[in-house]
């Protein structure tokens, strides 16, 4: 008598939570920034407000990968919306702190273009608001559902930005290169000393083959190896140069 009258109420709640269980889809994530401020998102499990669910970090007029996992309503209602926490830094600061920003946001999901749910895009666009995106498809296609098409395109001054500090780089290896040969060539001797000594402690293998640090060989080595990086580098240098926004 007591099996007869559980194993009907067993079975329904079986079947609620199936019910239950069917009504969302797990989705994979991805962010894409429109913006110079690098940010990181984080979207927010609808059933626990504090409980990150996925996220990722995006640098400046970039996208990421792809991450799990959002939960999204596998029939789009009117009103469907998902709760994101955002952190964007600014410009730094003469000091050298970067100024961090902390948001919070209840963004309102689009209507499914084919009717079922896609992969969820998290947009920072281009005057910071956050916005999602349901779609199978990324900013490029042809298919892509956003009212912004195609991947983010850095801005003038920020790839004038990225250019100084990629020709400072190189600059600073022609420089170098400039250096040791121009040291190699005033106190060869001398020179071939400091550098075989600290290669005895740090790539020992670099020596073999060589007699000592006064071998014409090894000397020879070295002019090799500088005259070599420094037209790799004034390579690259010219590269960069004629790259120039």
């Known amino acids: 008598m007591t099996r007869s009258f559980w194993l009907p109420v067993l079975l329904l709640g079986a079947s609620l939570l199936s019910?239950?269980?069917?009504?969302?889809?797990?989705v994979s994530l991805h962010g894409v920034n429109y913006t110079v401020e690098p940010f990181t998102y984080m979207v927010m499990n609808p059933a626990k407000p504090d409980q990150i669910v996925g996220g990722e970090h995006?640098?400046?007029?970039?996208?990421?990968?792809?991450?799990?996992?959002a939960t999204?309503?596998?029939?789009?209602?009117?009103?469907?919306?998902?709760?994101?926490?955002?952190?964007?830094w600014l410009?730094?600061?003469?000091?050298?702190?970067?100024?961090?920003?902390?948001?919070?946001?209840?963004?309102?999901?689009?209507?499914?273009?084919?009717?079922?749910?896609?992969?969820?895009?998290?947009l920072r666009n281009a005057d910071g608001s956050i916005g999602v995106v349901s779609s199978d498809f990324q900013p490029d296609h042809a298919q892509w559902p956003g009212?912004?098409?195609?991947?983010?395109?850095?801005?003038?001054?920020?790839?004038?930005?990225k250019w100084e500090v990629y020709r400072?780089?190189?600059?600073?290896?022609?420089?170098?290169?400039?250096?040791?040969?121009?040291?190699?060539?005033?106190?060869p001797q001398k020179h071939a000393e400091f550098f075989w000594?600290?290669?005895?402690?740090?790539?020992?293998?670099?020596?073999?083959?060589?007699?000592?640090?006064?071998?014409?060989?090894?000397?020879?080595?070295?002019?090799?190896?500088?005259?070599e990086g420094l037209e790799n580098s004034l390579r690259s240098w010219k590269t960069i140069m004629d790259q120039k926004a």
Not at 19 to 26: K, N
Not at 147 to 161: C, D, F, L, N
Not at 168 to 173: L, N, Q, R, V
Not at 210 to 222: A, I, N, R, T, V
């Open 19 to 26: 019910a239950c269980g069917e009504s969302t889809v797990s």
């Open 197 to 227: 000594a600290e290669s005895k402690k740090s790539a020992p293998s670099d020596l073999e083959g060589f007699e000592g640090p006064h071998d014409q060989k090894y000397l020879d080595s070295l002019r090799k190896e500088y005259d």
């Open 58 to 69: 995006i640098d400046s007029f970039s996208a990421g990968g792809t991450t799990c996992c």
């Open 91 to 122: 410009k730094q600061l003469p000091d050298g702190s970067l100024p961090e920003i902390k948001q919070a946001h209840v963004v309102e999901v689009p209507k499914y273009v084919d009717g079922k749910p896609g992969e969820l895009w998290v």
């Open 72 to 88: 999204l309503p596998r029939k789009w209602r009117p009103g469907t919306k998902l709760h994101i926490r955002t952190i964007h």
């Open 168 to 187: 400072k780089h190189e600059e600073i290896f022609v420089r170098l290169y400039v250096s040791l040969l121009d040291d190699l060539g005033v106190n």
């Open 147 to 161: 009212k912004v098409k195609g991947w983010p395109v850095p801005s003038i001054e920020y790839q004038r930005e």
